[in-house]
């Protein structure tokens, strides 16, 4: 175990009061929280289960658990919540759902989800196509949720007619999420902070249970998950929140780094600890770092130093365009790999976005190089292949009511919320699923003539389609009822781009093949499967595919820079170092660089011993070749500690453009 230096430990063993740290990248605040939880486990007694360690991604949340793991005796620590803040609201839904108005057993609606529902209320309340509009709108409903506005409020506050639309799209939107039993993500942590302000004897039995609480990148929290923290610390007030206002990168979601000095205000006795020796970097890394977050203007004055060896210098290669580059990237991670005797796992290649990790793979793939990308999305994630198999998923099961409520308005059926509602009421009266409930709602019932009539028609066809679904060809059945359903001209109403549309459409034919594939394979020989077991198989898939995602075999990391944040990789490579990319074009252009230099500072400071950076003199945007220009970050990194290569003689121009080519980094190219 390592020692800690003087305020780490004095960090680790104050536990009366609220208490910040606040520090620089890589100076030890997560193993402050880490091994404070071992502390206050071991020498305060405090049993695991009254410790709620809290952080922004799944990754950063289990591989604080490792950590956790690693230094504490399991036994010790059952009952102990290191999870991300969306599980912890999560976990208070499914104990407390009854308080709101939630039945077990209720769905998320991801991003993707949600857009497809905010798509449909646009559309049916006078929008006559939600294009360009639909971004804004998704963003506006999250950002009132994560400030806590209800949709009454946001309509009587609305500043113009635009704003009022939305609010009222807003307010359809959660009666219909509240109608299909779902949340979104946003309603994880806005769901409880409001059950909690409603039910002070809900909030005091969670604060019996949480006695300590543990925030990890404290500077990336919103309105809302401040004030669930808040709320579950009310009165003790015994709480560490360790935080980096340079890592701040989330302000685009509603972060406020001005989290950290309210905090000062909000608990006037509160401890503030500063961390200023990084043990993750080599010096020149970190002076890079350091020199580059320079440039923005400081709030807090904070010191960073490290006494590891200088290291290596950090490369800057220029490639040819982005096939050049990726093919780099590969060829260096296997010539490195080689050369030094590392794993692949010691690699990480960092990017701004997520459709940057498209062609690497490809090359990756081509080199065979194995390697996992975090914070993608699956197969099993999108959202046409949730529809699809929530269908499989009634066809063979129709008491299942998550996947009834998914697809009832999938594609639209106009059925409302009210007619969803009292479709729930009554079956949950009975103790029935709603499918079953739907037969037996008689003429008696309450349900405005049409609603039920649409629903009905639904009832009687899913009723068919099983029918057919065990006397003819399933396969077939299957194709049919996409085709019945007309998924696809859904599809195109709710995508992007007519080329999205049939990307999609084509997820859907490949499910359908795999079924094929599945019941042809055991056919005559005692493995034969029938279609239940088919999509049962599939959706065990599903599960395992998640599991995949946390295994941590050997293999190269892609991941954006944005999901990197608190981990740390011996190498480290970020790709598209160019104007528009990183900073990126929409930052540029409403002059809001700070965060992508945040940005850049989150992804230099990951690196331990290699840092590697590149570009692609030219690129291919829309179709076209576009030349690039180099990012401003490159210019703000210490002459000293870079060495540029890949500037052949070809480069005259960009050698002067960048005043950078000095003999040394020409020579130390040629000997590359
Ligand atoms: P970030 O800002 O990137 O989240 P951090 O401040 O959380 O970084 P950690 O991840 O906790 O920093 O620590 C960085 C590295 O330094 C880790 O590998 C950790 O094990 C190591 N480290 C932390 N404290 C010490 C110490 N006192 N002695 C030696 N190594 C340490
Ligand atoms: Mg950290």
Redesign the pocket.
């Known amino acids: 175990m390592?020692?800690?230096?003087k305020r780490?430990s004095e960090a680790v063993r104050y536990a009366d009061g609220p208490m910040l740290v606040l520090?620089?990248?890589?100076?030890?605040?997560?193993?402050?929280?880490?091994r404070k939880i071992a502390f206050l486990i071991e020498q305060l007694g405090i049993p695991g289960r009254h410790i709620a360690a809290v952080t922004f991604t799944n990754k950063a949340a289990r591989e604080m658990k490792e950590?956790v793991g690693r230094i504490i005796d399991r036994k010790l620590t059952r009952g102990l919540t290191v999870s991300t803040f969306h599980n912890l609201g999560l976990n208070i839904i499914r104990e407390e759902h009854d308080h709101l108005g939630y039945h077990p057993g209720f769905s998320i609606f991801d991003a993707e989800d949600a857009k497809a529902l905010i798509q449909d209320l646009m559309l049916t309340h006078g929008s006559t196509d939600a294009g360009d509009e639909l971004n804004p709108v998704q963003m506006t409903i999250s950002s009132w949720k994560n400030a806590m506005r209800a949709p009454a409020e946001a309509l009587s506050k609305a500043a113009d007619e635009r704003e009022q639309r939305i609010a009222i799209i807003y307010g359809y939107y959660n009666e219909y999420l509240k109608a299909y039993n779902a949340v979104d993500f946003d309603d994880l942590i806005l769901l409880p902070v409001m059950l909690f302000r409603q039910h002070p004897d809900v909030l005091a039995k969670w604060q019996r249970k949480i006695r300590y609480m543990l925030v990890?990148?404290y500077q990336d929290t919103n309105v809302c998950q401040y004030e669930l923290v808040k709320l579950l610390v009310a009165g003790r007030a015994a709480f560490t929140v360790?935080g980096?206002d340079d890592?701040s990168i989330y302000a685009w979601r509603g972060a406020r780094p001005e989290n950290l000095a309210q905090l000062e205000q909000d608990f006037p006795s509160l401890k503030v600890v500063k961390?200023e020796?990084?043990?993750?970097s080599t010096s020149r890394i970190l002076r890079a770092a350091n020199r580059v977050i320079a440039n923005n203007p400081h709030a807090f004055e904070k010191v960073l130093w490290s006494d590891h060896a200088i290291g290596e210098e950090i490369r800057i290669i220029r490639c040819r365009n982005e096939e050049a580059e990726t093919e780099r990237v590969a060829t260096e991670i296997l010539d490195q790999k080689l050369k030094q005797g590392l794993g692949f796992k010691d690699f990480a290649v960092l990017y701004r976005g997520n459709h940057q990790a498209r062609l690497l793979e490809v090359k990756l793939q081509a080199y065979q190089i194995p390697y996992r990308i975090s914070g993608g999305q699956s197969f099993f994630a999108k959202s046409e292949i949730k529809d699809a198999m929530a269908y499989l998923r009634l066809l063979i099961n129709p008491t299942d009511d998550a996947a009834f409520l998914r697809v009832v308005n999938v594609p639209r059926r106009e059925i409302g919320p009210r007619t969803l509602e009292q479709l729930s009421h009554y079956a949950r009266a009975r103790n029935v699923s709603l499918f079953k409930a739907l037969g037996d709602m008689g003429a008696q019932s309450h349900v405005t003539d049409k609603g039920l009539e649409r629903l009905r028609r639904f009832a009687h066809w899913v009723d068919a389609t099983c029918k057919r679904l065990h006397s003819d060809d399933p396969v077939q059945v299957i194709k049919q009822l996409f085709t019945d359903i007309e998924y696809e001209e859904w599809l195109h109403q709710h995508s992007g781009s007519p080329k999205q549309a049939q990307r999609r459409m084509e997820n859907i034919w490949y499910l359908v093949d795999s079924i094929q594939r599945m019941l042809d394979d055991g056919k005559g020989t005692a493995d034969e499967i029938g279609v239940e077991d088919a999509v049962t198989k599939l959706i065990l898939r599903d599960m395992m595919e998640q599991r995949e995602e946390e295994d941590d075999s050997d293999k190269v990391q892609l991941l954006t820079l944005h999901a990197s944040?608190?981990?740390?990789f011996p190498h480290v490579f970020i790709i598209g170092l160019e104007e528009e990319i990183l900073p990126h074009r929409m930052s540029i252009e409403e002059e809001n660089i700070e965060e992508e230099r945040r940005l850049m500072y989150?992804g230099i400071?990951?690196a331990?011993e290699t840092l590697t950076l590149t570009y692609a003199a030219s690129r291919r945007q829309y179709g076209e070749k576009m030349e690039t220009i180099p990012s401003r970050f490159l210019d703000e990194l210490p002459e000293d500690d870079v060495r540029w290569l890949g500037l052949g003689e070809a480069d005259v121009e960009v050698n002067q453009k960048k005043g950078k080519a000095t003999l040394s980094a020409l020579l130390g190219d040629l000997g590359a």
């Open positions: 390592t020692k800690l230096n780490q520090a620089g990248a890589g100076s030890g605040k997560t193993s402050v929280i880490t950590r990890d990148e360790v980096d890592q961390l020796q990084n043990y993750r944040k608190g981990l740390e989150v400071t990951r331990r």
